[in-house]
């Protein structure tokens, strides 16, 4: 009887455990990426910025003010595993309302992939509100139609520290030229000049992306949309000139962690970092607008067309949203200035919405220029081509990185076009 | 139930009649108790497995699957990444069956004889206990070209290598399989003290009698009674070696140019960031079928003869 009596209590205890792992099983994929309840007064966000947490909170409030509906953000820290997650639960009962997502081709292959909604109407309402540039609708289209509202506006500039350029005597450069004797003035002092790293792997695109936007814009556009070669004249100068940038030293060495950049500016090992303003809030953690400022990069030749390089994070709404009237009630008024001043002055980056001012003076300076230069703006290497051309892309650059001597840049560029031959192909072919 | 086969017994059957006549109604009876581990190995394993084989002979890019055949194995065999990749996948292999094996083996018959070993011992031990991510973060400070290789280099005043450590293939996977031995030999010594302990002092005497001593009596006399212990620790030192990311992953994320690539690494990067499911699968099948087949192979072999 006792043994029975034990048996039984082994049994109890398996069942009981296996209950427990099917329920914790089911909570995870809950919150994984569970849409969750839909009773129209809430609805679900993923993302994958655990930062934008308290900005999306804020934007909660103000879109529960206007509309009566909450956003309940939550986000899966690895960018990895948030679009596996993504891609997995998109098509499926178990998605949230609205996940975020990156612009541009990124956009576009999961538009493609059917799991968006058509936001057109609601992109339409906003450019006759004034809410957002009209002229950006294709980076956030796919077949003509948008399906996805920007959450920022991101301006790729160079941080600088002003410190450091103080102490050495140097002011935010305007031309090549100054921008060329400002980082020997830097070299000399014993400064790094300028950040770089391959270590995080997409980072290695950065000044590849720079230097030839600055060079020859329109050529860029056409690079990035396939219609001309890496093996083309114009990218080979900018490799060149980047080639001929790390002879000088002006670089930090290829393999530095990219976690440790804002340490190394704040400390002024490293007089200045090339990114986008969506960085500045890690800047503003540990410095104030006193210590550091952000200027556009000038173009290589004198009198060329001014450009800067533009990001914009998207959110999207799921085509199977559990709860779409209300989710397309918070699409309409992603945009309105008064969910977007509270959002980006929390996140520190600019918004999309060019109505919406911002209180940092860092970005408002950045803004300034903007206005000042109107630079033509070109979409970020990141999301300017097909994401499997990007992504292979970045490691053959990353491999310049390491060996950035003239020799390497005719086999890297040849190595690219390979890439960018057979990877079009493939984009192309999935698109049928 | 229980009570009946144990009265069988007292009535006198043989013990080997026993076992024949209740040989198929304890195998019934035991069917039970194996189905949790069989679910549970079925459910984790088999059938992830067989999805993945299946998987790997489709387009998936995370949305949609179409079946295309054996085209990722063919894009395989055509990629020179995938050439980088297994031989850097050798070379981890080779590398950590001499290193750690060889180390854990030298620290381990060293330590067991000489006085105050065990705390000797202590400082190769340690590491073991790391996880892979906190090794590879420490060799990071160590390794990267600001990092302390280089800054000891200058300080004693020579010159720190104009390229760095993690930058420049082969050498970035000989040091990550260093970093690697640092942490793992702390297992094999563990492993091979145990071996050593459970040699019967009277067969070392016996060889020092006969005149065995030195590296006579070591490799007469002690290696061979290791060999059980060896062939585990060499058999979980392909295993691991085969599927090491980790360490990887967080030094040099396969990079530059994925110069640093070994199999798994291939498999995470093309399934989970370039989002080309299929191939990310034909790799992970092609490793797997590496691992089994390198394991199974050895294991056989080495058993046999004992």
Redesign the interface.
């Known amino acids: 009887m006792m043994r029975r009596g034990t048996a039984m209590k082994r049994l109890g205890a398996l069942s009981a455990a296996l209950a427990l792992t099917l329920t914790l099983g089911a909570c995870s994929q809950g919150s994984a990426s569970g849409g969750g309840r839909s009773d129209g007064t809430t609805v679900t966000l993923n993302g994958d910025r655990a930062d934008f947490a308290d900005g999306f909170a804020l934007a909660s409030d103000a879109l529960n003010d206007i509309t009566g509906v909450k956003l309940e953000a939550r986000d899966v820290p690895s960018t990895e595993n948030y679009q596996q997650i993504v891609r997995s639960s998109l098509k499926t009962n178990s998605t949230t309302d609205i996940v975020k997502w990156w612009n541009g081709y990124r956009l576009q292959e999961l538009a493609r992939s059917g799991g968006l909604a058509d936001l057109s109407n609601e992109w339409d309402k906003a450019v006759e509100k004034g809410w957002v540039n009209p002229e950006t609708r294709d980076s956030f289209s796919y077949d003509n139609k948008v399906y996805g509202l920007p959450i920022y506006k991101s301006y790729w500039v160079v941080f600088y520290n002003k410190q450091v350029f103080s102490h050495v005597g140097i002011t935010p450069p305007t031309t090549w030229a100054e921008f060329e004797s400002n980082n020997e003035a830097l070299k000399s002092a014993g400064v790094t000049p300028l950040f770089a790293t391959q270590e995080a792997g997409w980072t290695s695109f950065i000044w590849f992306e720079e230097i030839l936007s600055k060079l020859d814009p329109d050529f860029y556009q056409k690079l990035m949309d396939g219609e001309a070669k890496y093996t083309d004249p114009t990218a080979r100068e900018a490799m060149k000139i980047w080639s001929d940038m790390y002879a000088k030293g002006w670089f930090t060495t290829p393999d530095t962690a990219w976690d440790t950049e804002a340490a190394l500016f704040a400390a002024g090992t490293v007089a200045q970092v090339p990114m986008g303003t969506w960085r500045n809030g890690t800047f503003a953690k540990a410095m104030d607008e006193s210590e550091y400022g952000a200027y556009i990069l000038p173009t290589v030749k004198e009198g060329g067309t001014p450009s800067v390089i533009v990001e914009s994070g998207v959110i999207s709404m799921a085509e199977k949203a559990p709860d779409p009237d209300a989710t397309r009630e918070v699409m309409a008024n992603w945009l309105n200035p008064k969910v977007q001043e509270p959002w980006v002055n929390e996140i520190k980056d600019t918004s999309a919405n060019p109505e919406v001012s911002t209180k940092d003076p860092v970005l408002t300076s950045v803004l300034d220029q903007v206005k000042a230069a109107k630079p033509v703006e070109l979409v970020r290497y990141w999301e300017a081509s097909p994401p499997a051309l990007i992504e292979g892309g970045v490691q053959f650059l990353g491999a310049f990185m390491a060996n950035p001597y003239p020799e390497n840049v005719d086999p890297t560029l040849e190595k690219l076009q390979q890439l960018a031959d057979m990877e079009w192909a493939n984009w192309k072919a999935a698109g049928k | 139930m229980t009570g009946s086969v144990t009265t069988a017994r007292r009535a006198g059957a043989t013990p080997s009649a026993g076992r024949r006549a209740g040989s198929y109604v304890e195998r019934a009876r035991s069917i039970p108790f194996l189905i949790?581990a069989v679910a549970l190995v079925g459910i984790m394993l088999l059938v992830p497995f067989v999805a993945t084989v299946y998987q790997s002979l489709t387009n998936d890019?995370?949305?949609?699957a179409e079946f295309i055949g054996f085209d990722n194995y063919v894009r395989l065999v055509q990629d020179p990444m995938f050439g980088r990749s297994v031989l850097n996948t050798v070379m981890w292999t080779v590398g950590t069956l001499i290193l750690p094996v060889g180390i854990g083996l030298v620290i381990a018959v060293f330590t067991s004889q000489m006085k105050g070993g065990r705390w000797l011992r202590l400082a190769f031990l340690l590491p073991y206990a790391l996880s892979g991510t906190a090794t590879a973060v420490i060799w990071?400070f160590i390794l990267?070209?600001?990092g302390a290789l280089n800054q000891a280099f200058t300080f004693f005043g020579a010159i720190a290598p104009a390229?760095?450590w993690?930058?420049?293939w082969p050498t970035n996977t000989i040091v990550m399989i260093v970093a690697n031995t640092w942490q793992a030999t702390g297992v094999a010594v563990i492993l091979f003290l145990v071996g050593l302990q459970a040699i019967p002092t009277e067969t070392v005497e016996a060889g020092t009698l006969d005149g065995a001593s030195g590296m006579r009596l070591f490799w007469n006399i002690i290696v061979p009674q290791l060999k059980p212990v060896t062939v585990v620790v060499i058999g979980m030192s392909i295993a691991n070696s085969l599927r090491v990311f980790d360490t990887i992953w967080l030094l040099?994320?396969g990079?530059?140019?994925?110069?640093s690539e070994t199999l798994a690494v291939t498999m995470y990067r093309e399934t989970?960031?370039?989002?080309?499911y299929g191939y990310g699968a034909a790799v992970a099948v092609v490793l797997t079928i590496i691992v089994v087949g390198a394991s199974w192979t050895y294991l056989r072999q080495q058993l046999k003869k004992g």
């Not at chain 2, 890019?61 to 949609?64: Q, R």
């Not at chain 2, 990079?255 to 110069?259: A, E, L, M, R």
């Not at chain 2, 989970?272 to 080309?276: A, P």
């Open positions: 949790p890019d995370g949305f949609n990071g990267r070209s600001n390229s760095g993690l930058l420049e040099t994320k990079g530059p140019g994925g110069s989970f960031i370039i989002s080309d």
